[in-house]
């Protein structure tokens, strides 16, 4: 069968994890140890028919934005972006989503296992990983708690190569403002059992926990995947606020 055809749609944002439920019902990123900001994730994927080149497009939070941009005074530029680690940035290295496949980037902050185990990088993608449905799995290796996203309200941006806001998912009540030039803005649900998704390309984000068995609290890599939930069902609420949790090896956290 012939490669996909590549197509200059870009991709959409299709699931984030902005609240890691507590204890192993929170290891969404299965590295054998939950942890409230390196199991964070947000799932990219291509939702058109052709291959999508992921080369440059970009994902960043409301901080990381909010001081790159010096409040929203200039564009955003990436072309020389560094990866350090100290917020919450992540530039996809060359590599190609075919039609229905899904890019998860986890946030990867004391990630056990040492660096990345495995997984792709901002220098370099690994290959389909079957453990998330075939999707292409990336560690975003943060180094701090500051570059996590906020519980009781943030958002975070798909950028294009060019520096474009493509879009924003936004929850709760950020303490930055969404920009006004980005070209599709999502709302989430304020508070979430699990992970916030969309389950149809356009569709709404809702409650991850509301799709499928109370068991299956996010399914990074597996757009859509979920079976309805049955009424009677209701999930146990397992996330705690990162701005309160303990960290002894990085007292930096995101306020």
């Not at 870009?10 to 019902?25: G, R, W």
């Not at 001081?67 to 955003?76: I, Q, V, Y």
């Not at 990866?83 to 290295?93: E, M, R, S, T, W």
């Not at 059992?193 to 799709?211: H, I, K, N, Q, Y």
Request: net charge negative; charged share 30%; aromatic share 8%.
């Amino acid at each position: 069968k012939p490669p996909a055809k590549a197509v200059t749609t870009p991709p959409s944002m299709t699931e984030v994890l902005y609240d890691a439920p507590k204890d192993q019902a929170g290891d969404a990123d299965q590295d054998g140890k939950r942890n409230a900001t390196g199991d964070e994730f947000v799932e990219v994927c291509n939702t058109t028919g052709g291959a999508i080149e992921l080369k440059g497009y970009a994902l960043i939070d409301s901080d990381a934005w909010w001081f790159r941009t010096e409040e929203g005074k200039r564009t955003l530029d990436l072309t020389r972006y560094k990866h350090d680690g100290k917020d919450f940035v992540f530039v996809f290295p060359a590599c190609s989503l075919a039609p229905g496949q899904c890019a998860v980037v986890f946030n990867g902050y004391s990630r056990a296992g040492g660096k990345s185990s495995g997984l792709g990088t901002h220098e370099k993608a690994g290959g389909k990983n079957d453990r998330f449905g075939g999707a292409l799995v990336f560690d975003a290796e943060m180094k701090t708690l500051k570059a996590s996203f906020g519980n009781d309200g943030d958002w975070v941006a798909l950028v294009s190569p060019e520096g474009v806001l493509i879009e924003v998912v936004s929850w709760g009540k950020p303490d930055r403002s969404v920009p006004s030039d980005v070209k599709k803005k999502s709302e989430t649900p304020a508070t979430s059992w699990g992970s916030v998704e969309r389950m149809a390309p356009g569709g709404e984000f809702v409650d991850s926990s509301t799709l499928g068995d109370k068991s299956k609290l996010f399914s990074p890599g597996l757009f859509g995947g979920k079976p309805e939930a049955k009424k009677d069902e209701k999930p146990t609420k397992g996330g705690d606020s990162k701005k309160s949790e303990p960290a002894p090896a990085d007292p930096e956290q995101k306020k």
